[in-house]
């Protein structure tokens, strides 16, 4: 596949499976038995759960075989998650 076909795969999963919801499309994305999901329904961390949005930012490295994501492995910003929810004072990062 070529860099450009790499991307509209990607904008497509973005575009039709999370901002329209349509998870029926996701076999059709990922390799079979490559997907992940969940749901967090409870305490996070030993906190109670404060029912506030929050924005949870990440960076995804996709890798794609034969026009399907076959891996999405991920790194999130967890401290910026905890300042939100309260369970740490925000501030705290180390200038770099």
Do not use: C, W
């Not at 596949?1 to 901002?19: C, D, G, W």
């Not at 404060?50 to 401290?79: C, K, M, V, W």
Request: proline share 7%.
């Amino acid at each position: 596949m070529s860099l450009e076909e790499n991307k509209r795969l990607i904008q497509h999963l973005f575009e039709e499976v999370i901002n329209n919801n349509r998870t029926e499309l996701l076999e059709g994305i990922f390799v079979p038995g490559s997907m992940i999901a969940g749901e967090n329904t409870g305490p996070f961390m030993g906190q109670a759960p404060t029912g506030q949005s929050i924005l949870f930012t990440r960076i995804h490295y996709y890798r794609i075989r034969n026009r399907r994501i076959y891996t999405a492995p991920y790194e999130h910003d967890l401290l910026g998650l905890m300042e939100q929810l309260g369970m740490l004072p925000p501030g705290n990062r180390p200038d770099i």
